[in-house]
């Protein structure tokens, strides 16, 4: 896993890898503990893997997976906003700014050279490097 990449479209291949292997594993481990919910709690085992086989629908199950999907979903889409929220000391920087009018262009250009589109950027007051 701590292999080096050769350039950074490897390294983009292998952390998106890296990350749905990470969020697949929370969804398993939460699928396992509604599955235990239901045969221990509930005495309901769909699948007859230690109860003879019941044939109801295993609602801790479902309830497990609908709630673990929907937050890999969140974190996906939000987690630059949960990890950023936390952090007293910050500045988001628009794209109109004229105070960093030089930093924005950088990015600008930056991101156009990438061919992505333009980042969110924010300034975290602090003495360790950003």
Not at 77 to 97: A, F, M, Q, T, Y
Request: proline share 5%; charged share 15%; hydrophobic share 45%.
């Amino acid at each position: 896993m701590n292999s080096r990449a050769g350039n950074i479209y490897e390294q983009q291949r292998k952390n998106n890898s890296l990350t749905a292997l990470l969020a697949a594993i929370f969804i398993l481990y939460y699928l396992a503990l509604g599955y235990g919910t239901d045969v221990i709690l509930l005495k309901n085992d769909p699948f007859g893997l230690i109860h003879p086989a019941t044939g109801s629908i295993p609602y801790a199950t479902v309830i497990a997976l609908l709630l673990s999907g929907t937050y890999t979903l969140y974190c996906f889409l939000r987690g630059d906003e949960l990890v950023l929220c936390h952090i007293k000391k910050i500045d988001r920087i628009w794209w109109d700014d004229q105070s960093y009018h030089e930093l924005i262009n950088v990015i600008n250009e930056m991101s156009i050279a990438a061919g992505v589109p333009m980042p969110s950027v924010y300034i975290v007051h602090d003495y360790d490097p950003n």
